[in-house]
């Protein structure tokens, strides 16, 4: 599959939304944006024998074994993402102001959640959500992110807009759906320290009020 090709797996989630082309529509990622998805994996890590040792906005060698201080290899660093994704997806703490913003937001659009997680753990990410007060649909998306927004911006005549940590899932949105508003946020403080904002965003904001207000600034001088 090409990076900007539409997986089927995708394609059969999105096909079972229910949106209203009317209203806005803002598309959310949800580790580093909606959860703590550093700072829960660091718990995991520590449980297993592994920490965490941020240098660059990356998980390979990064992530170092207890005893020995050495960089686990990229293999052990997909295995311990996979358990941690399998163990603990439902219990990643909520980002400060997320469900209250959103909230907000959801008065006036359609929200719905774009993330990049196993098939088999999208139910117990819903159940987070859902706990945490933010029960809206959610796509369990795999690869760059560009493609669903696609197939969603086709299908929308009202303002939408897409929050992401990653620099190339923001460009792939540029490309896929130009018209989308990206805002470039990044949850956890170390993170934004290691990457700068992403060139293809029309904003870069790690805080939800801030998000929330320029979101609501767009959305009234485009008249909703």
């Known amino acids: ?85 399998s163990e603990r997806t439902e219990h990643i703490e909520p980002v400060a102001g997320a469900a209250d913003a959103l909230a907000a937001l959801s008065e006036r659009s359609q929200v719905m959640v774009l993330s990049n997680l196993p098939l088999d753990c999208r139910e117990a990410r819903r159940r987070a959500l859902v706990k945490h007060g933010m029960d809206y649909p959610l796509i369990a998306n795999i690869g760059r992110k560009g493609p669903a927004m696609a197939y969603l911006a086709a299908r929308q005549k009202a303002p939408m807009f897409f929050l992401d940590d990653i620099p190339h899932n923001i460009a792939s949105v540029a490309r896929a759906a130009n018209g989308v508003t990206r805002l470039h946020f990044i949850a956890d403080h170390r993170l934004r320290d290691l990457i700068g904002a992403a060139d293809d965003a029309d904003v870069r904001t790690d805080d939800w009020d801030e998000a929330r207000q320029f979101i609501e600034g767009r959305l009234a001088a485009a008249g909703y």
């Open 1 to 85: 599959m090409e990076d900007d090709d539409l997986h089927d797996d995708v394609l059969r989630q999105l096909e079972t939304l229910r949106l209203s082309p009317e209203r806005p529509l803002i598309v959310s990622d949800a580790d580093e944006v909606i959860f703590a998805f550093v700072r829960g994996l660091e718990a995991y890590l520590l449980d297993n024998g592994h920490f965490m040792d941020l240098k660059s906005f990356a998980m390979r060698g990064n992530i170092r074994d207890s005893e020995s201080g050495e960089a686990v290899s990229g293999e052990a660093v997909k295995s311990l993402i996979n358990g941690y994704f």
